[in-house]
């Protein structure tokens, strides 16, 4: 679809889940929050929400709008006998913090709390420096780079793979697991690859079972052992599905989301370079540098709720049993709460009211590790780096195609060493 016809088509004449409206949402979102901010989709039956008002309303109500979706992701579409074949050797899938609601979210939230201490983020610091120095050093020499594998990627995945306490010489293993989960939250898989990331995520089960009873014996000082030994009022330790299904959701979330905001800065630097020639001469802005590129990147797009009883949004009736799909890259360019929304400027005053980390009782439990990791490696970029500018042509940068994660899949650079 050109993007001609998303400014120009009936709504309804516009598939919301065709990779081209995926990969850049903002004209469609912009045409919804004018045109139908509750929109009842006819192609997939979803109501999407896109203002930012009543998506904060939305999600700070769990009672109405539940977070109980994987069944909703999944329907009822018959499962495929070969991916049952192969989730028999695992273990069994079971519902947890971001597919879980109050109360039973609340012990989930509570146990995983204590493993993201403040403390524990704090002195993070300088390894994730370390990290960001060491990977610019592979390949600063060769004043060109392809970003998200050599830089993106690599930053948030040895970090959360250092605080699980796995060794990283399996890198490349939780690399395989970690897109294997998107593939299945992608919903554009084709049913071989659907069978390939079964295999991936019962790989995964066993190798985190095999370290969980490690920790069990013998504790460290890493957030496995901290899960393994959570105690939460009177409730009983998590057991091993329980903590599969958690680190599961800390793999992905830690992964794919920060590196596709890390991607997005260094594209913004390369798109708007007297904005980054302010932050060169003034470091003090680099906090809200984070928070603007935040609000623009919103890297989990959208998300899912499931309406428990019947209500209404906006005066439309909604069924109980509906899908909603809250549209965080919407809420964030809102005009009525962000002027000149699609403008990047690391001075915007309310940068800070973005809600990529979403709002309520889900909100992003690793949001403060994922802002420090930010604010190191944008910092380590301008100290290291001049100048940015593409090694492709601009029309050949691609978003992978995702219902709720939105990110660069690569970004070829040329540049100018500080
Ligand atoms: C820029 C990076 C990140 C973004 C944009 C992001 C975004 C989000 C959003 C929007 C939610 C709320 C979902 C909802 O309302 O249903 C969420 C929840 C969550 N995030 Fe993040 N996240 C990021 C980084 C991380 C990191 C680094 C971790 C952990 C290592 C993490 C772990 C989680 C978990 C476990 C939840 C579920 C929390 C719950 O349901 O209580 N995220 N994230």
Partial sequence: MAESDVLTQPLAEIS???PEVLACPHQFNQRLRKEAPLYHCPHTGIYFVSDYDTITKIAKDHVTFSNRFALATVGDKEVDPRIKEIQAQGYPPVDTMLTQDPPVHRRYRGMVNQAFTARRVATLEPEIEKVCHKLIDEFIDRGEAEFVVEFCEPVPMIVIAEQLGVPLADYEL?????????AQLSRMATPDEEVAAAKLIVAY????????????KDPHDDIISDIVHAKFEDERPLDIPEMLSIIQQLLVAGNETTT??????????????????????NRDLVPNLVEEILRLSTPTA???????????????????????????SSANRDEQKFPNPHRFDVERDNAKSNIAFGYGVHMCIGASL???????A?????????????????SELSYAPNVLLRGLSRLPVRFKPA
Wanted: proline content about 3%.
């Fill in 370 to 376: 994922a802002r420090k990791e930010m604010d190191v």
């Fill in 174 to 182: 939780f690399k395989s697991w970690s897109d294997a989960f998107v």
């Fill in 378 to 394: 944008f910092r380590v970029l301008l100290e290291r780096f001049d100048e940015f500018e593409l090694a492709c042509d601009e």
């Fill in 260 to 281: 596709n905001a890390i991607a997005e800065c260094v594209l913004m630097w390369i798109k708007y370079q007297d904005q980054f020639a302010k932050l060169k001469a």
């Fill in 16 to 18: 919301p889940m065709s």
């Fill in 205 to 216: 089960q066993h190798y985190f079972a095999e370290r969980i009873e490690e920790r069990r």
């Fill in 302 to 328: 959208n998300m899912w709720r499931v309406v428990t009883i019947d209500t209404e949004i906006q005066g439309t009736p909604i069924p109980a049993g509906s899908t909603v799909q809250i549209r965080f």
